[in-house]
């Protein structure tokens, strides 16, 4: 069981590792060289630099980036989130009391009311806020002006936002999952900072079972440091990480206990598909947005699972990895045909 004590232990070694600055931050090439430069201009021109949307799976850095945008603007950060903005009169308080080129970060953009991101809307393009005065019909809307800020969202979920409020972003950075070579990298870095001894392949051990996300990789490092006091070692190899990794239910391919029961479900409870999402969800006790937004996309991009329009289904390699025999529908010859086409990991199907 995790305990709360623990669960903060967790987010102050999280934020004790995250990189402070652009340079530190490893990875992302693409989005951080387009978003330097985005600074960059703003900086020459002496002006707020644009509104930034970060999209991408969670752990992959978008908070962190957040912060790394307040600091290289040297601007103080606001931070807020769409679940905590019910109504628009809360983002009312936020906005109004923004001082000029703030960075107000909002993650989970997607899950903010109606109300509020129609106030959003305007206040990212006009920096004005209407601020409704009084009640029924004696109301009325006084317009304040705001000090020009920028706004940085977050969301797991870029699907989700309605396309006025997207296209209020003058810059949209979309994060990948990381190669392993450069979990690695963050690897090398959190062992510096937490003075431990890993060799070369130890990292590597480590990093092919991070599923491609640094927050995943910095947990499994720590992980392994535990069992490697535990187990009085001194400096940690790669059986050294393998051996602490098993025993935390992580194999090697990356698979976490959520992502077993997922294709474990999928395959033994509905013969491997297709399944709707919210149904497979029920079956594993999870959210659904638990497993569509945690579990799925490294299924997805691994090729153990297929997004169809009937639903989620298991591919062979499924099958496979769960140590079954692969029906004979999905076995070789007839199967690669069939998947390049129902392996369309961008189409964003109906949840049915
Ligand atoms: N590029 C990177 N280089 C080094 N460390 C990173 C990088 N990206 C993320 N991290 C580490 O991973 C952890 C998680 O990152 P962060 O909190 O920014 O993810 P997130 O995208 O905001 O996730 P969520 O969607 O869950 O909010 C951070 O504590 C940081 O230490
Ligand atoms: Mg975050």
Redesign the pocket.
């Known amino acids: 069981m995790v305990s709360t004590a623990s669960e903060a232990e967790e987010r102050a070694v ?2 004790a ?3 402070k600055n652009l340079d ?5 090439a693409r989005v951080r060289q387009q978003l330097s430069l985005v600074l960059e201009a703003s900086r020459i021109r002496e002006r707020t630099a644009d509104h930034v949307l970060l999209s ?1 799976p ?8 957040a912060m790394i945008i307040a600091a290289e603007m040297n601007a103080p950060l606001r931070i807020s989130s769409g679940p905590a903005i019910q109504h628009a009169g809360d983002l009312a308080a936020i906005l109004s009391s923004l001082t000029e080129g703030e960075i107000l970060f909002l ?1 989970e953009i997607h899950r903010m009311s109606r109300p509020a991101e129609e106030m959003l809307y305007i206040a990212m393009e006009d920096f004005r806020v209407d601020i409704v005065v009084g009640k029924g019909a004696g109301a009325t809307a006084i317009p304040l002006d705001l000090p020009p800020f920028t706004l940085v969202g ?1 969301t ?1 979920r870029a699907g989700l936002l309605p396309g006025p409020l997207r296209d209020r972003f003058g810059f949209t950075g979309h ?1 990948e999952f990381y190669a392993v070579e450069e979990l690695e990298l ?1 690897l090398r ?1 959190s062992a510096m900072l937490l003075d431990l001894k890993v060799s070369s392949a130890g990292f590597a051990e480590i990093a092919g079972r991070s599923r491609g996300t ?2 995943i990789a ?1 947990r499994l490092l720590r992980r392994v440091r535990d069992w490697a006091l535990v187990h009085k070692i001194d400096e940690i190899d790669s059986s050294a990480a393998a051996a602490a990794l098993d025993m935390y239910e992580v194999d090697e391919r990356g698979l976490d206990r959520l992502d077993r029961s997922v294709l474990t479900a999928l395959i033994t409870k509905f013969g491997g598909g297709p399944v709707g999402l919210s149904t497979l969800a029920i079956a594993v006790g999870e959210e659904t947005e638990t497993v569509e937004t945690v579990a799925e996309p490294y299924l997805v991009r691994e090729g153990l699972l297929g997004r169809t329009p009937r639903g989620r289904i298991a591919t062979a390699a499924a099958w496979q990895h769960l140590g079954l025999a692969v029906p004979d529908h999905l076995a070789a010859g007839q199967a690669g045909d069939l998947l390049a086409e129902l392996l369309e990991p961008d189409t964003d199907f109906a949840d049915n």
């Open positions: 999280e934020s590792l995250r990189p530190d931050f490893v990875g992302q991408g969670p752990g992959l850095g978008k908070t962190t980036l993650d977050a797991t994060l963050v870095r640094p927050r910095n």
